[in-house]
């Protein structure tokens, strides 16, 4: 029996060749793409388990693509693993803040590949298999895990997946300091790869959206960051 579905997006067809080769000895269904319009038309028409996405693609690029998917309603849902072939730390940041889940560089080893797939994929269904709490803080600060918002004096604000998940993170341990590996590991699971700038990045974010609740996110010098009680 078939696992998931994942929608392979490339413009190199070597390397669709051998992730494709790789994932259907897994179980995998495979569907692919060598274009961001063509990842596009299939993300909507075929709802992938999960899309692992190649940055540097023709036309509307890899960054687009995900931005597209993430504000589709239809799309938004599905898991993303960028391909980077440049490993630069802005297209890093960029894609994780439009709402990426994860990222590996070229040339990558399809076991680690394959590897970072599983963990999302078991992350998703243990999201869905257990119904999400709302949680009121602040008392106009409510974040609704049930409908994936936050508002503040009823006005819905704008953030991105890692804001929206760092928030929940923070605010469900209330008082505890993390550090910035604890807290990429809690939002996107261990053998996660980031750098510690990219966490800095979505505080920054996040407190410019939270506005007079800005402070309530505080910065513990040398460890790392905490939701004040």
């Known amino acids: ?48 388990d999960l899309i ?73 269904k243990k999201d869905l298999g257990q119904p999400p709490e709302r949680i009121n803080q602040e008392g106009d600060l409510i974040i609704d895990r049930a409908k994936h918002l936050v508002t503040i004096e009823g006005n819905v604000l704008d953030l991105t997946f890692s804001e929206f998940e760092l928030l929940s993170f923070l605010v469900d341990k209330k008082g505890w300091v993390f550090t910035r590996k604890q807290i990429v590991d809690a939002i996107h699971g261990e053998s996660y790869s980031v750098t510690e700038r990219s966490v800095d990045v979505v505080i920054v974010g996040l407190r410019k959206k939270l506005k007079n609740h800005a402070s309530s996110i505080e910065t513990v010098r040398g460890v790392g960051y905490r939701f004040k009680e």
Do not use: C, W
């Open 1 to 48: 029996m078939l696992k998931e579905t994942i929608l392979i997006v490339d413009d190199e067809e070597d390397i669709v060749e051998l992730i494709k080769y790789n994932l259907e000895n897994e179980g995998y269904g495979i569907l692919t793409a060598l274009t961001g319009e063509q990842a596009i038309k299939m993300a909507k028409q075929f709802h992938p």
């Open 52 to 124: 692992v996405l190649d940055l540097m693609l023709p036309g509307i690029d890899g960054l687009e693509v995900t931005k597209y998917l993430k504000n589709n309603d239809n799309t938004s849902y599905i898991p993303i693993v960028m391909l980077t072939a440049k490993g630069e730390e802005s297209d890093i940041v960029i894609g994780l803040e439009i709402g990426a889940n994860d990222y590996i560089s070229k040339p990558f080893s399809p076991k680690v590949l394959i590897a970072r797939i599983r963990s999302i994929l078991r992350r998703r």
